[in-house]
């Protein structure tokens, strides 16, 4: 959902919409505080900053400097700007400060919050923000997501030109924060040449580039290439974010994204892609329509049946039983289709 954020921002600087109230919210906090600081950017008066913008952490601010700061005019400018960073840190006397400009919000103030929202809060303070103000999310994709953000980001973000296996390579070696995904494509950004970037490229500048990446093993078994799966999986399994677990995960995604192509071709793929929020993995469409053209429907279906049994054994075997649990999945799949030959 960052990359909505990101685009939805643009669009109301572009409008110069950039009064009122914002919340930016998400765990993806580095990318949020900084879409946070570029609202505020656009919506104070350069010549006039120093008396017109106050920025404040939630966990330092008092609430009568914050109510303060939240009453105050603009001074010889067109808008004052008030900046609450972590508000998920603020006492409950702060928030009632906050939610008071929300129901009274003062003409020519510009106020920008972000927070990172606790998993499962059901505080009224975080409801009443995100009904009230301009609410943003910027939140960290699935993890089969992150190429196809990483694309999506260098082109509209810095300008690259982020091929594929490149885009594979960085989200393996990184993983999934976004805040250091970010500070890699800012690392290339400053040394491109405007060629396209390749994984070679992306071995020069980041370390720990792995001899293979589960988004090309994710493939190899969407080809039903399972010899090959088979034999990279120790290899692929011995990083340490990689789990049974986390594997199924990815390959049930995947597939069921190859049962869409197989039902519908790629011009539904992309369109069910767009329409559940997921833009980013576009970029795979002619790869999952290549893929499905070696599947049938009932196939998926079967396959889709193995991987939950099999995340079920995953789940209660613990987890020195990873490599067996998934060598008896790609096998069952490779029987499955040498069955579907005969």
């Given amino acids: 959902m960052s990359l909505a954020a990101d685009r939805r921002l643009r669009s109301l600087v572009e409008r110069g919409d950039v009064e009122g109230i914002f919340f930016f919210h998400g765990d993806a ?20 900053r120093d008396f017109n913008l106050d920025t404040y952490s939630a966990s330092e601010v008092n609430p009568e400097t914050l109510a303060a ?42 106020l920008v919050v972000t927070a990172t929202i606790p998993k499962g809060s059901r505080k009224a303070f975080y409801r009443k923000m995100k009904e009230g103000a301009v609410a943003l999310e910027w939140s960290t994709p699935r993890e089969s997501e992150i190429p ?28 999934t924060d976004l805040g250091l995904l970010e500070g890699e494509l800012d690392k290339l950004a400053s040394t491109a040449t405007g060629d396209p970037i390749t994984p070679e490229r992306i071995a020069e500048l980041v370390p720990n580039i792995r001899p293979v ?46 049962g ?44 889709l049946r193995l991987l939950r049994r099999a995340d079920m054994r995953s789940k209660t075997t613990g987890s020195g039983r990873d490599r067996a649990v998934l060598e008896e999945l790609l096998l069952e799949l490779q029987g499955m289709r040498a069955r579907g030959r005969v």
Avoid at 32 to 45: F, G, I, K, S
Wanted: hydrophobic share 45%; proline share 6%.
């Fill in 29 to 48: 906090a580095r990318l949020r505080d900084d879409a946070a600081r570029d609202l505020v950017e656009a919506a104070v008066d350069p010549a006039t």
């Fill in 69 to 110: 700061a939240l009453a105050m005019p603009p001074v010889m400018a067109p808008r004052r700007v008030v900046a609450l960073f972590g508000a998920e840190r603020l006492t409950p006397t702060g928030c009632a400060v906050v939610e008071e400009i929300l129901e009274r919000t003062p003409p020519e103030l510009t």
């Fill in 148 to 175: 196809g953000w990483l694309i999506e980001r260098a082109a509209e973000r810095h300008g690259l030109d982020l091929d594929v296996p490149a885009a594979e390579a960085l989200a393996a070696a990184i993983g």
């Fill in 213 to 258: 990446n589960r988004w090309a093993w994710l493939d190899a078994v969407a080809e039903r290439d399972y010899r090959s799966a088979l034999a990279d999986l120790p290899t692929l399994l011995s990083a340490q974010d990689s789990s049974a677990v986390g594997l199924i995960n990815a390959m049930t995604d995947h597939h069921v994204l190859l």
């Fill in 260 to 303: 869409i192509a197989v039902e519908g071709g790629s011009s539904l793929l992309e369109r069910t892609l767009g329409e559940v929020g997921k833009p980013y993995l576009k970029f795979k469409t002619r790869a999952f329509a290549g893929q499905a053209r070696r599947w049938t429907g009932s196939e998926i279906d079967q396959a």
